[in-house]
Every structure is written in structure tokens, then in C-alpha cells.
């Protein structure tokens, strides 16, 4: 039988039980929310995507978005302080079009990247993590140098396991240790000055979503070719996706760049004709 609005709306209701949250149900945008009662603070969910999830991936889909829900709930209820967490803040890596105010109107932090990217600064809380807002360095008299140096440190601490996989004459190198910040690791120059050394031709740098980071040495044409479909497919496939573009690395700068059907890169700013 072919699962309704109503039906979602119901299980997520049962499955979000708590004497401090309150649960509604707007029918004419079939969107579902659960906030606090005492601050009106919650998550609006639409239902026809949970029920796409649902249609896809059964119970599991659902259990996923329980525990997300119950974790950014917990979150919105606490008081988080930078002082004494420094080892726990990291940047995390997002598109442009990501938002730069919180729901509650609060600036978020970030530093500009590249042409597709931002660097947005988060406290890593176990399970999930917050992304850092200006009220919370103005409180504790924070720079945004110092978050960012102290975000840096803490990525380039971070265990670097690249997996090789070589494709036509090309070397493609993935991270996915599944820890958050797989695609911030395109801050640690280090890294990338590494590969940049040892590879044999273009090095391309890639963050199609926040869980992965792709390295390729590109050696032929054929390469490009290669990497624009690898990125199309990660790209749809990330739960925080960031974007589909690949990037050049030279001289300590990423350069965005469009692979068009003839395997040449060409520069970001130019437009992309379809052949």
C-alpha cells in the first residue's frame, strides 16, 4: 500500500514522542515539524522527500532521520562554550549558496575559499557537531583569526589515509574516514603539496560532499573525462553535497574548472556549452 502524508506524519509522530517537544502538521505544505515547547525552537521536515527516502531505503531511512532530528533538538537546547573546547573546533567546507545566518537570524562564521566554496568553522560535540556563529565569539572575546588558525591545526592533526585507485594511465587518490571532515582536509596544504610533488602531470583536487576528498594526478586526457564523471556521481550522492566542479592545484591556489566533452579543462568563468 502506497505510503501518505498522513501515514509519514503519523510514524514520525510516534517515533518523536517526548513530553518536551511539541509536533504539528501544515497539510497544505506537507510539512511535518517537532520543536521545544518552551522556546519554539525546532526542525521543519518535508514529508514527500521522507517518503522518497522511505521508498528507497525502508526503516533505515527512517531511523536515520529519528536520530538526526533528536540530535540537532539536543543541540538547539544547549549552551556551548569555545573556551577550554579548543581541540574540538575544525572548519568545514560548503558551497557558496550555503546559508550564512542561522534559522534564528545569528550570523554564522566563515572565510571566503574559492569560487565554489566557503570555509565555515564548527564544535565538533561527539555524535555531530555546531557550526560556530558570531554571538559565540563575541561572548568569549574570540578573533576569527585565531578560530581559524586553531581550525587549521586541528585538520592538519587529522589522520591523512588516501586509497589509490590508478584508471586509464591516472592516479585518483580517495579519503573517506567518515569523521566529518573528509572534504576540510583541502585545507591541509601540507597534503596538498605532497601530492603536488610527486605527481607526474595536473593535479586536481576535488570535494564533491562533505564525506569524501579526491586527489588525481591527471596524466592524459582521458583523466579529465574520468574525474568529471566521478564527480557527477559523488556529487549526487552526498548527503551534504558541496560541488560538482573539480579544482586545479597550482602554486598553493585551487582554480575551479569546467571538463567540457572534449577533455580539455577550461576556466571556471567561462560558460558551459553543451555538445
Known amino acids: 500500500m502506497k505510503m501518505t502524508s498522513i501515514k509519514m506524519k503519523n510514524i514520525l509522530d510516534e517515533r518523536l514522542k517526548n513530553p518536551d517537544w511539541h509536533t504539528s502538521f501544515n497539510r497544505d505544505k506537507d510539512i511535518f515539524r517537532v520543536e521545544w515547547k518552551d522556546t519554539r525552537q525546532g526542525i521543519s521536515i518535508t514529508i514527500p522527500n521522507v517518503i522518497a527516502k522511505y521508498e528507497q531505503k525502508g526503516e533505515e531511512a527512517l531511523e536515520d532521520l529519528e536520530y538526526h532530528i533528536k540530535e540537532a533538538l539536543k543541540i538547539m537546547n544547549e549552551t556551548h562554550e569555545l573556551t577550554g573546547e579548543e581541540k574540538s573546533i575544525y572548519p568545514v567546507i560548503r558551497s557558496t549558496s550555503f546559508p550564512t545566518k542561522t534559522k534564528k537570524g545569528l550570523k554564522l562564521v566563515y572565510s571566503e575559499h574559492t569560487a565554489e566554496t566557503r570555509i565555515y568553522y564548527a564544535l565538533d560535540l561527539g555524535k555531530t557537531y555546531k557550526l560556530i556563529d558570531e554571538e559565540m565569539l563575541k561572548k568569549e572575546s574570540w578573533t576569527m583569526e585565531r578560530i581559524r588558525e586553531i581550525s587549521i591545526f586541528n585538520v592538519r592533526s587529522l ?66 573525462d574520468i574525474l568529471a564523471q566521478m564527480m557527477m556521481k559523488f556529487f549526487a550522492e552526498g548527503r551534504v553535497p558541496i560541488t560538482s566542479l573539480p579544482f586545479i592545484y597550482e602554486n598553493k591556489k585551487l582554480e575551479p574548472i569546467f571538463i567540457l566533452a572534449k577533455n580539455k579543462p577550461t576556466n571556471q568563468s567561462e560558460p558551459r556549452r553543451e555538445e
Open 159 to 224: 589522520p591523512s589515509n588516501l586509497k589509490q585507485d590508478r584508471v586509464a594511465d591516472n592516479d585518483f587518490y580517495f579519503m573517506s574516514s567518515q569523521d566529518g571532515y573528509d572534504a576540510s582536509r583541502i585545507l591541509n596544504e601540507s597534503l596538498l603539496e605532497e601530492m603536488k610533488a610527486n605527481s607526474k602531470g595536473d593535479l586536481a583536487v576535488a570535494v564533491p560532499h562533505q564525506d569524501v576528498l579526491i586527489i588525481a594526478d591527471i596524466q592524459n586526457d582521458m583523466g579529465y
